[in-house]
Structures are given as structure tokens and as C-alpha cells.
DNA sequence: CCTCGTTGGACAGTGTCACTATCCAATCAC
DNA sequence: GTGATTGGATAGTGACACTGTCCAACGAGG
């Protein structure tokens, strides 16, 4: 497959490719002579992951570089490549940590941890990006005058536990293994996107429902 | 209150807030002379609403006008209010309607509406911001070869759907009506990151207890 | 009254980011 | 052999969210 194939069966513009090749997201095609490169389905796979990841998800194309980095590093175990990818991810600024409302937030979401029984993010703390990038947002809400503390939170919480848990389920079932964390990944990313629509769907469901149109 | 005390408070800088001034995302202050405005405790609430919407909610400021707009529009009901207000929240581009891929995620989503009984989002289809986004995400993830049908989107339409009515019931809990419109705003943008935050923490607890760390 | 620092406002400049346009020499198709 | 095409390098573009500079009008201290 010649690059203009490639972007013909992608519908990524060729310049496009130019720049993802560039940037090292995309892997180099195997090299005909001198001037000419031919690439295969994994390029095209790992393509649209990009694209995927930078359109649907939003993710800067540095940080893009850094996820599938992990995905692509074989000395790494599955669980590990998947939660380095997921690591890298994007999150909005923090706050500083000086910030009272920042303090009274973090034991906000330690309350909440120990309730849950998540002992192992309780350990691991504010090394995950997910638990500061919580906080940070708690702490917003609270500054707004939004009451958010952990009795409002741990419904939310339950909930959003089921639906990983039913993720775990899912992830075993995939049969091949190749390209099992490429997809893990893509999934990780796409379904987050997917949660938030169906969440403002049932949104607009239920209220429409009990406030009429 | 000087602009420059509302800066102190907010911890927004200065020529900051007279771009959001100037980009009409924080009403101007009421003059005192022909050079000095006056401040309140409203323009620190919206101050501090606007960062939340950037920073946090990653909206850009020509969609904050807009929602912000809808927020301040005292000839909509609240309900029609928190509507426009979502509604205009930015969404991914969208692919292609010819795209055969879109064709069939829009017939998949629609299956799973019917399945739902979410007849009023049926019904309002594809004048909803949020279903064609998730058309589109379901479109990508079909692309990429993930499995994305209607029976695996069901149960995580069912958890969502249980999560909107929990946020429903707490919208009724709130008993200032003047700032609702507001509070209501940051609560549907904020708490967004606040679930995908929460999915993640579950997620990496639960694959780390059946997988290890 | 008279400074002199401060205030709000206008406007141009900055840094970042995701592309995109241009150019070039090597090669392939006819 | 010749004209189009290819891959690669480099510089430019446009959107966006600020940010820095300047300025005339205040307002408080002497």
C-alpha cells in the first residue's frame, strides 16, 4: 500500500500522514528504494487509532506520541502497557496545592476511597493522575458553592464501579491477542466519550419525562 | 469591589478578566466614574463559573458566550434554560453522513433507544447534539474493528440511565432558585469529569485486583 | 492645588497546536 | 526519455486563549 492508498482507505489527507509520521505516531513504512515506502493494515490500524485519539479523544498529539508508545512497548506486560497508556492521558491544570479548598477536597476524596473499600487507589494515591485530576475538580465544584463532598459522591462512585467492572468482563473476551491492547486502548478512550453521550441522553430522557419538553 | 480585589479573589489575572470582559463572558462592572467599575459578588460566582467552563470543561469561549447567554436568558424556563445551555457544549467533528459506517452506528443507536423505551430522545433523533456524537464515536469504534452493537452498549446505557435520574432527583434538592440556573450549568459540566474520573479510579482498582499491579 | 500611583479600556503581540502548502530530487509508467 | 508521482524536508497558516503595552482619567497624600 503506497502512502496515497493509504490515505484514500483512511480519509486522512496526506500531508496529514506526512505530519503523523513526522511526529512519530506512525510507525514508517517498509522502505521500497529510496524514494518509496510501502505500508500494510497495521498502518492502517494505527491510523485510525491516531485519529481516534486525537479527534474523538482530544488527546494532545505529544501525549498521543506517549500512549502509544506504551502500547507499542513489548517489554512491557498487557495490564502495564494498558495502564501506562491510560496514565498518559490528558488532564485539565491543578490546582495549587497550597489551596484550602484543594486540602479539603484531597480528604474529601480519601473519605470516599476508604468508604468504597478501593484499597488499592487508596494506595497508590496521588500518583494517579485520575485521583488528582478528581480532586482538583471537587475542589472547583466546592469553591462554586456546588455542595460536593463524600456523601454526594459515593453514589456516583457505586455506579461508575458496576460499569468497570462490566469493562474487566468485557476486556477478557477479546479473542486475539495481537492487537489486543491497541484495542484495549481505543476502547478505554472511545468509551469514555460514548458513557458521557449516553449519560446526557438519559439526561435529556428523564427530564424531558418528568419537566416535559 | 475594583477589578483588580476581584483578581485577588478570584486568583484570575488581570488582563485575564478584561478579555472575558471584553469577550462579554462576565458582564461589565457598574461604572462609578467614567473610568472606575464596580464589582460584586455576582461577577466573582460567573468568574469563577467561566474558569470552571474553560479550564475544567475544556469549552471554548465563543461556546461559553453561548451557554452563558442561555444561562442569563430570563425569557426560557429553567428547564428549557439548562437545555440550550447543554446543547451548545462543543462536540467532535462529525463524520460524513454518506459514510456507510454512520449509517449503520445511527441504526444501531436508534435499535438501542427503541430498546430503551427513551422515546423522547427517539423522537427529538438527530436534532440532539449528544446522539450524533455518539453516533459518530460508535461509527469510529466500528471502524476500528471494536465490537460496538447495540446488545454491548445496553448495559452501559441502563447504569447512565440510573445515573441521570440520581443527578435529576439532586437538581430537586437544591433551594436557591435565583442561582440554580448557574449551579445547575457547572454541575451537568463539572460533573462530567468528575464520573469519567471516578470510572477511571474503578477501573484501575478492579484491574488491579484481578490482574495485580 | 498638584502630583503620582492606580484604574479601566483598547489594541497589538505571544505561544501553542494541529495541521497544510511548497519545494525538491528520485523514481515509475508509458 | 519524459512527464507525472512519490516520499521527505521545511516553512507557513489559522484558530485560540491569553498577555503586554500604552493611555487618559481618576483619587489620595501633601
Not at 492521558?89 to 479548598?101: F, R, T
Amino acid at each position: 500500500m503506497r502512502l496515497a492508498e493509504l490515505s484514500e482507505s483512511s480519509g486522512v489527507p496526506i500531508p496529514t500522514i506526512k505530519y503523523y509520521l513526522r511526529e512519530q505516531l506512525l510507525p514508517p513504512g517498509r522502505r521500497i528504494t529510496a524514494t518509496q515506502a510501502e505500508y500494510d493494515d497495521s498502518h492502517l490500524r494505527r491510523l485510525r487509532l491516531v485519529r481516534a485519539l486525537i479527534q474523538v479523544g482530544r488527546v494532545p498529539v505529544a501525549t498521543a506520541r506517549e500512549v502509544l508508545a506504551a502500547v507499542d512497548d513489548d517489554s512491557l506486560g498487557r495490564t502495564i502497557r494498558l495502564g501506562a497508556a491510560l496514565w498518559a492521558l490528558p488532564q485539565p491544570p491543578e490546582a495549587p496545592e497550597d489551596d484550602p479548598a484543594t486540602a479539603e477536597a484531597a480528604s474529601t476524596v480519601d473519605r470516599l476511597l476508604d468508604e468504597l473499600g478501593w484499597d488499592t487507589a487508596r494506595e497508590i494515591g496521588s500518583l494517579s493522575p485520575s485521583y488528582r485530576t478528581l480532586v482538583t475538580t471537587v475542589a472547583t465544584l466546592n469553591r462554586l458553592g456546588y455542595p460536593c463532598g463524600t456523601p454526594e459522591l459515593t453514589p456516583y462512585a457505586r455506579h461508575m464501579e458496576r460499569v468497570a467492572e462490566h469493562d474487566i468482563d468485557r476486556l477478557d473476551t477479546i479473542p486475539e491477542e495481537v492487537e489486543k491492547v491497541e484495542i484495549a486502548v481505543a476502547a478505554a478512550i472511545l468509551y469514555e466519550p460514548v458513557l458521557l453521550m449516553l449519560h446526557r441522553l438519559a439526561q435529556e430522557e428523564h427530564s424531558a419525562r418528568r419537566f416535559g419538553l
